[in-house]
């Protein structure tokens, strides 16, 4: 399984950006997909995570209200629409894939977030 994901960028407080994150290779083995974060000189952050079906989505406290995550199995496409951005949001955004014998990352999307 492969990930590219894109969309990351500059945006003021209270703007919006919108993530993709692209899958390819045997896709049909994912089960679970999510988005996490990493600032500068901080752990690594769950985001949010969808299940295969899109039926079932978890958020971290902090971006609930926010944030919606989404995929589009038929384009084997996972989104995170993110809304009301705050400086703190700011960091390295990776999508992950859950497959039954192994998690596999993608690249990363810079978003920055000024005040």
């Known amino acids: 399984v492969q990930l590219v994901e894109s969309g990351g960028g500059l945006v003021q407080a209270g703007g919006s950006l919108r993530l993709s994150c692209a899958a390819s290779?045997?896709?049909?083995?994912?089960?679970?997909m999510g988005w996490y974060r990493q600032a500068p000189g901080k752990q690594r952050e769950l985001v949010a995570t969808?299940?295969?079906?899109?039926?079932?989505?978890t958020y971290a406290d902090s971006v609930k209200g926010r944030f919606t995550i989404s995929r589009d199995n038929a384009k084997n496409t996972m989104y995170l629409q993110m809304n009301n951005l705050k400086p703190e949001d700011t960091a390295v955004y990776c999508c992950?894939?859950?497959?039954?014998?192994?998690?596999?990352w993608g690249q990363g999307t810079q978003v920055t977030v000024s005040s």
């Open positions: 992950n894939a859950a497959t039954p014998w192994y998690y596999y």
């Open positions: 969808i299940t295969n079906s899109g039926g079932t989505t």
């Open positions: 290779g045997s896709t049909f083995s994912i089960n679970v």
